[in-house]
């Protein structure tokens, strides 16, 4: 047996562990004695059945089903289907880091081929890196006066650092060999950044890209929560407000699934780059 | 005066010390070399070997004093002086086709990409890689990389090909083999080339003239000597020929003792004149028929005389 099939066996049986103690920790205990029947009424389930305000794997499981059956409709601003939601943050996160690596890849070939434009920028990339992007909400809504442009500049300022470093860094760093083998060969700055310094540097440039599309996608769901509107982060605290557990349950699930998938699209574009030594 | 294809003119260098003052790793360095000249500089690690050798490609500048390639002061890099990298340098992304095609576009950029290929592949024939065209540098021995960072030197037909140790990273099967080979080359295309080395035997394999250079820092060019064996040499019988250990021994001599007590046993020492040597047959003739014994006629026993 190879270790790839029993690895997947192994985590086939820990989702199934997870899910059996869920289900149990989650199911009904039979109905509660000696309760008016017009209290009980009150209640509801989760009183009278002993059933838990935690739904179970089944509840989520039949609600998914239902979300995937019609993930596009729209009845109304507060009520659209799950594809329509995450297709807004997709769409945000897109737009945002697409600036980001616009901004970030040529600025970041400048500070890593000139050390006075790197001391000289290194003070304000030093104290803006840390800042939390939701920080920047407040200052980015009075300016920009729209919520959906604000979410995308809160994207685009959370991933241009990882990119901007690893830039800068990948160039600086690339092997003084091949500087030297441009330099013999007369090769123009130009045609040396695009042939040398640029393949040499892109599995650089790539790992802060796949950094990247990471925070931005963790800081849409917050930024949508505060935006509101639409998008998965809006729904989330939309479902909270329902006391839908279940759908919280939904999106936090399908979060999880769209950031892994941004993550592989990443990572496949990071090996087509990697040269092996 | 002979030709001076290649003049080195009081070069000095000197790099910035801790204290405030200044490091000269050598000073008023005078060299020259005839076109055709395969010409190698032998000396302790940090006598400045490399730094002559990037002066001489551009990629680093001297403090003082120029050269002068081909009648002209050269200034920064050129096409016109190929650089063979001790690390081979070779663009790992890149096919071998695809490396020496980079040199071959960078020299002639208005050629189409057939013509760039055709020209390429004649270069990676010549170094004998026919077939590994299409493979990326990580596929390569050690040996067939540097065969690519020869023929990528060789492709833009160099007025002159530098080499910083270029097979010192080998072993000595693969070495051997791209002496050869190199020599092969050299002879064919009358090259133009200039040599760092450690090892003696790879000098008197290939050199026509052997710079000897003493210990850094400070450090000057001792002698100049020229190789007494015949042009056509071949690696097999090379150490049967009567002037080898001559020669051999001259330049182990010179870098075991004198390459350390040379400023201090030499007192007049003129580095624009510097002595040639031609480590010769000496007064013993090997009796013919006889193969010379080593524990009864060391040739090189006996100090060669020094003409200036």
Redesign the interface.
Known sequence: MTLRLRAAIVSIALLALFLGVWHLATRSTGAAANMSPEYAKLMGLTATQGKSAMPGPLDVGAKLWEHLKRPFYDNGPNDKGLGIQLAYSIGRVGLGYFIAVLVAIPLGFMIGMSPLISKALDPFIQVLKPISPLAWMPLALYTIKDSSISAIFVIFICSVWPMLLNTAFGVASV?K??I??A?????GTLRRAF??IL??AAPTILTGMRISIGIAWLVIVAAEMLVGGTGIGYFVWNEWNNLSITNVIIAILLIGIVGMLLDQILARFARM?T??? | MTDKFISIEGIARRYPAAGGGSTTIFENLWLSMARGEFGCIIGHSGCGKTTVLNIL???DEPSEGAVIVDGRAIE????D???I?Q?H?L???RTVLGNVA??VS??WRKWDRARVKAHAQKFIDLVGLTGSEHK?P?ELSGGMKQRVGIARALS?TPKIMLMDEPFSALDALTRGTLQDEVRRICLETGQTTFMITHDVDEAIFLADKIFLMTNGPGAVLAEIVENPLPKHRDRIDLHRHPYYYALRNHIVDFLVSRSKTFAADVGDHDPRNVPTVRPGLPELVIASGAEPHPQTSWPGLSRPSTST
């Open positions: 092997r060999e091949w030297n083998v330099r013999t060969l007369e090769v042939t040398v393949p040499a780059v040269f092996p030594e | 490609a551009g990629l920064g890099t050129s096409l002086r190929a650089v990298f690390s340098a663009l790992p992304w980079y040199a960078s020299k990326h990580s833009i």
